[in-house]
């Protein structure tokens, strides 16, 4: 019973849609109405700049966080990683928006391999940041960043529970970025700038 709550927990705490609700307090819009239509960070970072951007990014990661370590706390390795994995699913279709279109998983997969496997995570997220100040697209670091990880937590030992987790987890991030793989493969994919956009 305390493992089903655990899990159905995460998936309640990945349907927090920070990228929505941060957007509409502080700038009255609706995030789903620009840029991609996607209430992730990137998109939040692309439209409204790096303060909001940030700040969903983190709130995601700490949503993925909390999910994986009440799983922890509840079952050990394998409900940890249900509930991270239900964190994710929450992120990519929120409860709080009716099941529809949420973000594509990168922060709240983060913050769940914190929990799952920190040194793990501490790699994924060195690769991200090598990427993308290299070639500033935040889509092929995440696709990257995702690529690496179950060969990290394989090549780091980490129990089955976790290696499942960083295979299916990865699978599915580069599968919710499969039509940004199409604008890369034809040259068209969005490139951030690193300053400030020229809406305010």
């Not at 914190?114 to 995440?142: D, K, M």
């Not at 987790?165 to 068209?188: C, E, K, S």
Request: charged share 15%; aromatic share 10%; glycine share 14%.
């Amino acid at each position: 019973m305390v493992e089903a709550l655990a899990i159905l927990g995460g998936y309640l705490l990945g349907s927090l849609t920070f990228g929505y609700w941060l957007v509409l307090v502080f700038r009255g819009e609706d995030i789903r109405r620009s840029g991609s239509g996607n209430v992730g960070a990137s998109n939040v970072f692309r439209v409204y700049g790096r303060r909001l951007g940030t700040a969903v990014a983190l709130l995601d990661l700490g949503k993925g966080f909390l999910a994986a370590s009440l799983g922890l706390w509840a079952g050990g390795a394998l409900v940890g990683v249900l509930a991270g994995a239900a964190a994710m699913l929450g992120h990519a279709r929120p409860v709080f928006l009716k099941f529809q279109k949420g973000g594509k998983m990168v922060a709240t997969a983060g913050g769940a391999t914190v929990a799952l496997a920190p040194l793990a995570a501490i790699c994924c997220i060195a690769v991200w940041l090598v990427v993308f100040v290299a070639i500033r697209y935040a889509s092929l670091a995440s696709i990257l960043t995702a690529a690496a990880l179950p060969v990290l937590v394989f090549a780091l030992g980490y129990s089955w529970p976790v290696v499942v987790f960083g295979i299916a987890g990865a699978a599915a991030v580069i599968f919710m970025h499969r039509q940004n793989i199409r604008r890369l493969v034809g040259g068209t994919e969005h490139r951030f700038e690193l300053r400030r956009p020229r809406r305010v």
